[in-house]
């Protein structure tokens, strides 16, 4: 998938599902638990014992687009691409991360946090702008941001929850991410599939329904 592929994909589904968690075994029947919900993007951070066997087992599944999140080096970008990511996230934004996504052809989301930011990731060749931590004034802030810089493409994580998630599109976001409001660290340890599949419903049909 090439990166403009994938921009358009996440411009059709809106939405990724972001798993951090420190259990192989638990990080894939979690995120079982999030596809049957409906999510068609996700994303494995790098601090996922095994991420790697993970994303090769996910990305041979007709109809999911499989990522890394917490990319931090050209290296993470060659092996998250070598197990077959789709897209690379990153914390923050590194050119030299960026550059390495792009000679790989797949998409870059470095996180930002100030406009400035945004802008050099966007010179740089990202992709996307991944939005993290949340600032204050959360969608508002976003309406802002985009007024005079109606081309970025602002992909907000931190935060954002079926209950807030179409303020967030409303207000111009390309797309969201659910983190931790869709993978309840206490569901994971208590093995409560059947309730993080019904949140990942929710978190879709919330990214769907107009504010």
């Known amino acids: 998938m090439t990166p403009d592929a994938f921009v358009e994909r996440l411009g059709q589904e809106k939405a990724s599902a972001i798993l951090r968690t420190d ?3 638990k990080a894939a029947l979690a995120m079982e638990a999030a596809v049957r919900g409906g999510f068609t993007i996700v994303e494995f951070t790098l601090t996922v014992p095994g991420v ?13 687009v499989v990522g890394t999140g917490t990319v931090m080096t050209p290296g993470d970008v060659e092996r998250s691409v070598e197990a077959g990511a789709e897209f690379i996230v990153s914390p923050n934004v590194d050119p030299e991360v960026i550059r390495a ?8 989301m470095p996180g930002t946090h100030t406009p400035s930011e945004m802008l050099l990731a966007h010179r740089s060749g990202a992709s996307l702008c991944k939005l993290f931590p949340a600032p204050a004034g959360g969608p508002v802030w976003v309406k802002a941001v985009l007024g005079p ?20 599109l409303a207000a111009g976001a390309y797309g969201v991410g659910f983190v931790a409001p869709l993978f309840p660290a206490d569901d994971i340890e208590k093995a409560r599939w059947g ?3 019904d949140r990942a419903a929710r978190c879709m049909a919330a990214v769907r329904s107009p504010v």
């Open 23 to 25: 259990d192989q075994e």
């Open 149 to 168: 810089r109606p081309y970025l493409k602002i992909v907000p994580t931190n935060g954002v929850d079926e209950h807030n998630a179409a303020e967030w």
């Open 195 to 197: 309730a993080i599949e």
């Open 52 to 64: 790697f066997d993970l994303v090769r087992d996910f990305s041979k599944r007709e109809g999911l």
């Open 101 to 108: 996504a792009t000679a790989n052809g797949v998409a870059s």
